[in-house]
């Protein structure tokens, strides 16, 4: 009895510690003006966080233990301590913040302003130290080079990617992508870019080393894209499908639908797990994909209007 008793304990405090360093995502929700903080061991929502209204956009720091979020509706960035599940800074940011993502070594906040067409450059430090830059129209999907000198900017009314220099704040070229790009990720090579074209169903695919593009399709009215920590594999979601597609990056085609839940928009790839998290807008949910398989492995209740625009996983076990 007393070595059941033992081995039980043992299994709790197992799990307990596997749970306590398991990856995390933080979703926002539109709907309720909260974030849902899913453990990705577990599945299980281990907070729910009231922030500013109508939140869309994220960016991650395990560096800063923080997360960034953008409320289009109350103009502002929340900031939440990963640690204490909690808001413990507001960023007033005038205009429309949705698009948002960070400098590899967490100093500096990108913030795409949505209705006045400008990028505001945010000191994480001192978040009163600020510079601006003009972009395209309608900027959205933001993501940086690995080395943190380029900034790329999805221009969603002018229908190309900008490319800025980061210390200069010099727009270095313009890519012309499909109608209307939207979520954009730099591939775990540092060598691609994705872009996802929502008019025309497809997605950009731009090698940084010379800015050439190929165009690959994808389902009805794309949103977000993640990619294989190998490149081998990107994900896109469809949202008037209510599917994600995979495609094959070597023969540049789709080679299977995985039906989510409805609506589905941000999405992203846990290394940890080697599953893909999809946010789902009308179902108030985040599906979960097995990447060996292809294969929808369950759907976790979230808050209202579920979006999670940009990187939401936090990265706590290596």
Request: hydrophobic share 40%; charged share 15%.
């Amino acid at each position: 009895m007393k070595q059941f008793i033992i081995l039980v304990i043992t299994a709790i405090f197992a799990f307990s510690l596997s749970a306590a360093s398991a990856d995390e995502a933080y979703i926002t929700n539109q709907g309720d003006n909260t974030v849902s903080v899913i453990n990705l061991t577990n599945h299980q929502v281990v907070a729910t966080i009231p922030v500013g209204k109508s939140p869309v956009g994220v960016a991650i720091s395990a560096a800063l233990s923080k997360v960034f979020i953008t409320n289009v509706d109350s103009h502002s960035v929340s900031v939440i301590d990963t640690k204490n599940y909690q808001v413990v800074d507001s960023i007033d940011i005038p205009g429309s913040p949705v698009g948002i993502a960070l400098s590899p070594d967490s100093s500096t906040l990108y913030v795409a302003d949505w209705n006045d067409n400008r990028i505001l450059i945010i000191n994480t430090a001192d978040t009163q130290q600020r510079r601006e830059v003009s972009i395209g129209k309608a900027p959205a999907g933001l993501a940086t080079s690995p080395d943190g000198s380029k900034l790329y900017v999805a221009n969603r009314d002018s229908n190309d990617l900008a490319i800025i220099d980061t210390a200069s704040l010099k727009i270095l070229g313009r890519i012309a992508t499909g109608a209307h790009p939207f979520g954009v990720t730099v591939g775990p090579d540092g060598q691609h870019l994705y872009v996802v074209n929502v008019y025309e169903n497809s997605l950009s695919i731009i090698d940084t080393n010379n800015n050439q593009s190929r165009v690959i399709k994808v389902g009805e009215h794309p949103y977000c894209v993640t990619v294989s920590p190998d490149s081998q594999y990107a994900y896109v979601t469809n949202t008037q499908a209510d599917t994600v597609s995979v495609i094959s990056l070597q023969q540049d085609k789709e080679i299977a639908k995985v039906h989510v839940g409805g609506f589905p928009e941000g999405i992203n790839y846990d290394t940890s797990t080697n599953r893909i998290y999809v946010a789902n807008w009308f179902d108030n949910s985040v599906s979960v994909i097995d990447a060996s398989s292809n294969k929808l492995i369950e759907n976790i209740p979230t808050g209202k209007q579920s979006r999670a625009f940009g990187q939401f996983i936090l990265k706590t076990s290596h």
